[in-house]
């Protein structure tokens, strides 16, 4: 296989392939949000002469350490302000391919979408289908929301940007832009499920997969963006009454905000927001049952159809502390956070005419004390197990016992990424009524009703 040549429409980009698949790195979906750029909406790319290298290795968004280094490891790459690119995954640039569009997830200030984790390239060989992984503003450069600087939820709007241009430009990738698939997990799952109830996402997706959103966290509301945004000025030493605010801020590093917002989180507003310091500002979703309500109403516009699923130990990603008061407590927050607004939020899509399909999660390692906890399911997804070998998730478990699962989790994906929908006997749809999950267990993986109560 030749090293192909892709004309999108800004120009030439030139990939590479790899083990059957061709792989294009870093390609770019809107200008540098650097400069002036900075807190501002992204800008279309502009059209560049001669062929754009996208073989080598590009950088994440800015961020810090994140908090689920415990049990996934560290995410050691370079990062850059200058991010917002796409990697691409595609067995054939000639062909009319299911798509797979991957928004990651990490509390909205860590993760990426082209890093080894989630690697497209195996999902993409398996599924014969285009995997794309999206790179977006996080943290505070992303989610920073405030009257005095800014008032746009850039990180959704940068995902949007993305969707955007797969619409325009898959097909010379050899996908079908009418077969669309956004998937994510946690933080990228409530992305999602925030585009769902925007208008200016409609006609950008036709399927869902949403892996542990915690739609129970709602949205900010402005006054909590305003909260945190002038924490973040303060240990900058800046302030949100200087007319210069904005000048000054674009003069700083990006090594200095990240600085401030660890001192933001950590200081003043990590725990009264839960851990969660940046989300969507958005008044009048903010709320766990206003952000369903939103979504539902976009879903049945878009006609979409929906996979949505949690794992059985979600907050065991979170807390190593396993004595009887705090096993309590973390099922109360994974009940509120992840189970019960999953539930609701697949008994409402179907009820207003999406097909939905919910699963349960269930397979833990031996030798984890993590259990089936939060992110566990993403190495099966992927088929990217080398890459996950130090996760300490996945202790014990034997080559064997994880490609046997791998097998499971990409043949259900890819079915519904290709056809969206199941086989009835493998998988029932979901509703209020009969409440069917697929439960992964790596054993029966079988379907069980499951019912979660609301406290």
């Known amino acids: 296989m030749s090293c192909p040549e892709v004309m999108t429409q800004t120009g030439l980009v030139r990939g590479f392939e790899c083990n059957g698949v061709f792989k294009f790195r870093g390609v770019p979906y809107c200008k540098p949000t650097t400069g002036e750029g900075r807190f501002k909406p992204a800008q279309a790319v502009e059209p560049w002469n001669g062929v754009l290298d996208c073989t080598k290795e590009t950088p994440i968004a800015p961020q810090g350490p994140s908090d689920l280094e415990g049990p996934m490891g560290p995410l050691n790459r370079r990062y850059d302000e200058d991010c917002l690119t796409l990697e691409i995954s595609t067995p054939n640039v000639n062909e009319k391919l299911p798509v797979a569009v991957w928004f990651h997830g990490g509390a909205n200030v860590s993760g990426a979408g082209n890093i080894d984790w989630y690697d497209g390239s195996e999902l993409a060989r398996q599924g014969h289908m285009v995997v794309v992984g999206v790179n977006f503003r996080i943290a505070a450069l992303g989610f920073l929301v405030h009257p005095a600087l800014n008032t746009d939820n850039l990180s959704i709007m940068d995902q949007i940007e993305a969707l955007r241009w797969v619409q325009k430009n898959i097909h010379a990738f050899g996908g079908d832009p009418d077969n669309v698939t956004v998937f994510g997990q946690s933080a990228g799952g409530n992305a999602i499920v925030h585009m769902m109830g925007l208008e200016e996402a409609d006609g950008l997706f036709q399927k869902a997969i949403l892996e542990s959103p915690s739609i129970g966290r709602g949205n900010h509301t402005m006054q909590d963006a305003i909260t945190v945004s002038e924490s973040i000025f303060k240990h900058l030493g800046l302030s949100a009454t200087d007319p210069q605010l904005g000048e000054k801020i674009r003069s700083k590093s990006v090594d200095e905000i990240l600085a401030a917002t660890d001192a933001c989180f950590k200081q003043d507003c990590g725990a009264k927001y839960a851990g969660m310091i940046f989300r969507p500002v958005k008044d009048e979703w903010h709320t766990t049952q206003a952000t369903i309500d939103a979504a539902v109403k976009g879903a049945a516009r878009k006609k979409l159809k929906i996979v949505i699923g949690t794992t059985a130990d979600e907050v065991h990603a979170f807390t190593l502390a396993r004595d009887p008061e705090s096993e309590k407590k973390s099922a109360a927050m994974q009940l509120a956070r992840y189970d019960w607004p999953a539930q609701e939020f697949a008994a409402r899509t179907q009820e207003a ?13 031996p030798d984890s004390v ?3 906890c939060h992110t566990i399911e993403l190495p099966f997804v992927f088929g990217t197990l080398k890459a996950w070998e130090n996760a300490a998730m996945l202790s014990g478990a034997t080559q064997e016992e994880m490609l046997r699962l791998q097998k499971t989790m990409q043949t259900l994906w890819i079915k519904f990424f290709k056809d969206g929908e199941f086989d009835e006997q493998c998988w029932p749809q979901f509703s209020r009524k009969h409440p069917v999950h697929k ?17």
């Open 353 to 365: 005419g999406c097909p939905t399909w919910k699963y349960r999660f269930m397979w833990k390692a």
């Open 439 to 455: 439960i992964i267990d790596n054993e029966e993986n079988g379907v069980s009703e499951v019912v979660f109560e609301q406290a």
């Open 370 to 372: 993590y259990d089936s």
